[in-house]
C-alpha cells in the first residue's frame, strides 16, 4: 500500500535548475530513511542523496555542493532540489523509502517510486 509518486523532472540546459517531489502515500516521510537514486543508460542504479528521521544524512560526492534533499512534512512529501546541473546528471531519477539507517545502497529500500526523467543538454 505504499506509493511514492516522483514529479519534476524536465528538460534543461547546463548550470540549470530543477526540483524534484517524492509524495508518499501509506508512509510517512519523516520515518527513518528516504532516498533519491538516479540511473541513466546502460549504467548502474547509484545514489543521490539520502534523508533520515527528516535529516539529511548524505550525498553523493558528485552532486555535493548543487543538490540539496529535504521535506515537507505537513505534505508527506521530500524533495530533491537540483542546481548548477551537468549533462552527466541526465538519468531517470527514482525515490526511495523504507531503509531503517542511512545509506545509499539501493538494496536496502523497499519502497521505489516509478521515476522521473532529467536531461540536461550540453
Known amino acids: 500500500q505504499v506509493h511514492l509518486v516522483e514529479s519534476g523532472g524536465g528538460s534543461v540546459q547546463t548550470g540549470g535548475t530543477l526540483r524534484l517531489s517524492c509524495a508518499a502515500s501509506?508512509?510517512?516521510?519523516?520515518?527513518?530513511?528516504m532516498a533519491w537514486f538516479r540511473q541513466a543508460p546502460g549504467k548502474e542504479r547509484e545514489g543521490v542523496a539520502v534523508?533520515?528521521?527528516?535529516?539529511?544524512?548524505g550525498s553523493h560526492d558528485s552532486v555535493k555542493g548543487r543538490f540539496t534533499i529535504s521535506q515537507d512534512n505537513a505534505k508527506n512529501t521530500v524533495y530533491l532540489q537540483m542546481n548548477s546541473l551537468k549533462p552527466e546528471d541526465t538519468a531517470i531519477y527514482y525515490c526511495?523509502?523504507?531503509?531503517?539507517?542511512?545509506?545509499?545502497?539501493?538494496?536496502?529500500?523497499?519502497?521505489w517510486g516509478q521515476g522521473t526523467q532529467v536531461t540536461v543538454s550540453s
Open positions: 526511495a523509502a523504507g531503509s531503517p539507517f542511512a545509506t545509499l545502497l539501493a538494496t536496502r529500500y523497499e519502497y
Open positions: 534523508s533520515c528521521n527528516g535529516l539529511s544524512a
Open positions: 501509506g508512509y510517512t516521510v519523516s520515518s527513518n530513511c
